[in-house]
T-cell receptor
Framework: GQNIDQPTEMTATEGAIVQINCTYQ??????LFWYQQHAGEAPTFLSY????GLEEKGRFSSFLSRSKGYSYLLLKELQMKDSASYLC???????????FGKGTRLHILP | EADIYQTPRYLVIGTGKKITLECSQT?????MYWYQQDPGMELHLIHY???????EKGDLSSESTVSRIRTEHFPLTLESARPSHTSQYLC????????????FGPGTRLTVT
């Protein structure tokens, strides 16, 4: 079957660094996405990894290990506005249909 | 900024009514998607389309139907609404053959009484 696991909730302090992990077991792999979703709003795209390694984009970085079925999203210099859910999603084939994890709700404390 | 629109944003309707949720995008994207999401839960794909006259059912069984007569328009219809249809419905689109990021509309929050 297809399965994407990520922690349900995490808490971190403003200004700190937090790492959100995602493990996946899917039939086929064609890339991994991270999305941010604020409460009551639509998801917005953060990053895409298809090759092993680290992709850095400002305060956010995403890492992928295909052999381990593992990814993480690293958020640096946390701000209060980073309080949101972070969704890990996997594209399992070439037709761009992706499977979403349940999301990690991140709480930022002042 | 993504140009994908959904109407209505909020809808409260009685059981048995027929409803259509509208989704339009002005980005020329060939692929469009409908997701269902309950509060605090994951997104479930219910329908998708790879282009005009192409529609497929997603991973979550749904009693809704969709059509794709124009590239920019992907409406979702419920012939007879039930309380179990109460949820948030999110439309998304993406471009091209390779996996690419999906742009989401603001969503329609549907309540069936």
């Amino acid at each position: 079957g297809q399965n994407i696991d990520q922690p349900t909730e995490m808490t971190a302090t403003e200004g700190a660094i937090v790492q959100i992990n995602c493990t996946y077991q899917t039939s086929g792999f064609n890339g991994l996405f991270w999305y941010q979703q604020h409460a009551g709003e639509a998801p917005t795209f953060l990053s895409y990894n298809v090759l092993d390694g680290l992709e850095e984009k400002g305060r956010f970085s995403s890492f992928l290990s295909r052999s381990k079925g593992y990814s993480y999203l690293l958020l640096k210099e946390l701000q209060m506005k980073d309080s949101a859910s972070y969704l890990c999603a996997v594209s399992t084939n070439r037709d761009d249909k992706i499977i979403f994890g349940k999301g990690t709700r991140l709480h930022i404390l002042p | 900024e993504a140009d994908i629109y959904q109407t209505p944003r909020y809808l409260v309707i009685g059981t048995g009514k027929k409803i259509t949720l509208e989704c339009s995008q002005t980005m020329g994207h060939d692929k469009m998607y409908w997701y269902q999401q309950d509060p605090g839960m994951e997104l479930h794909l219910i329908h998708y389309s790879y282009g005009v006259n192409s529609t497929e059912k997603g991973d979550l069984s749904s009693e809704s139907t969709v059509s794709r007569i124009r590239t920019e328009h992907f409406p979702l219809t419920l012939e007879s609404a039930r309380p179990s249809h109460t949820s948030q419905y999110l439309c998304a689109s993406s471009l091209g053959q390779l996996p690419r990021e999906q742009y989401f509309g603001p969503g329609t929050r549907l309540t069936v009484t």
